[in-house]
């Protein structure tokens, strides 16, 4: 079969700094991606990883390890407004389709 | 760039009655598009993936005649929530992808389905 595996909610104050981790086991892979999701919201495109290493664009940063099937996303500088979901999604099969994680809710308070 | 839309947001029906789902990339063509359903803080499950003028491909218990996907241009893509019933109220989601740009899907607003 195939799943994602990440932490169902993280809790952090302003300013801080977040991990979110994420192992995967799919049958096919093409990358890994991160989306956030408000509540109500649409998914909206955070980064994408195909290859082994740490991709930043502004506060988030996103890993991957392909050899140990796992990534993260790093968030610093945490605003209030940075409080959502966050999804992990493998692409994989025709089409490069997307197959998300659980998703992780993050808290941030003041 | 890379606006999908989708209408109806909200669509309230009676059990047995058929809905329709638009989902329109506004200002690109969309090689692909997908169909996801969401239920209150739960993850996006995958539907099925369309392409243009070909059939859809539905994920593994998904009922392709109950949930008809039709993709009649690069632009727009219909579900069809047939003969619905209660447990199909949900939250169904499209997302689109580009030639250029596999890797990042583009999400719709989404439509809230209720059955009463």
């Known amino acids: 079969g195939q799943s994602l595996e990440q932490p169902s909610e993280v809790t952090a104050v302003e300013g801080a700094i977040v991990q979110i981790n994420c192992t995967y086991q799919?049958?096919?892979?093409?990358?890994l991606s991160w989306y956030q999701q408000h509540d109500g919201g649409a998914p909206t495109f955070l980064s994408y990883?195909?290859?082994?290493g740490l991709e930043e664009t502004g506060r988030f940063s996103s890993f991957l390890s392909r050899s140990d099937s796992y990534g993260y996303l790093l968030l610093q500088e945490l605003q209030m407004k940075d409080s959502a979901s966050y999804f992990c999604?493998?692409?994989?099969?025709?089409?490069?389709?997307?197959?998300f994680g659980a998703g992780t809710r993050l808290a941030v308070h003041p | 760039g890379a606006v999908v839309s989708q209408h109806p947001s909200r669509v309230i029906c009676k059990s047995g009655t058929s809905v329709k789902i638009e989902c329109r990339s506004l200002?690109?063509?969309?090689?692909?598009m997908f169909w996801y359903r969401q239920f209150p803080k739960q993850s996006l499950m995958l539907m099925a993936t369309?392409?243009?003028?070909?059939?859809?491909?539905?994920e593994q218990g998904v009922e392709k005649d109950k949930f008809l996907i039709n993709h009649a241009s690069l632009t727009l893509s219909t579900l069809t929530v047939t003969s619905a019933h209660p447990e199909d109220s949900s939250f169904y989601i499209c997302?689109?992808?580009?030639?250029?740009?596999?890797?990042?899907?583009?999400f719709g607003p989404g439509t809230r389905l209720t059955v009463t």
């Open positions: 997302s689109a992808t580009t030639e250029s740009t596999s890797y990042e899907q583009y």
């Open positions: 990883n195909a290859l082994d």
């Open positions: 999604a493998v692409g994989t099969g025709g089409y490069n389709k997307l197959i």
């Open positions: 369309s392409n243009e003028g070909s059939k859809a491909t539905y």
């Open positions: 799919t049958s096919g892979f093409y990358g």
């Open positions: 200002d690109f063509q969309a090689t692909t």
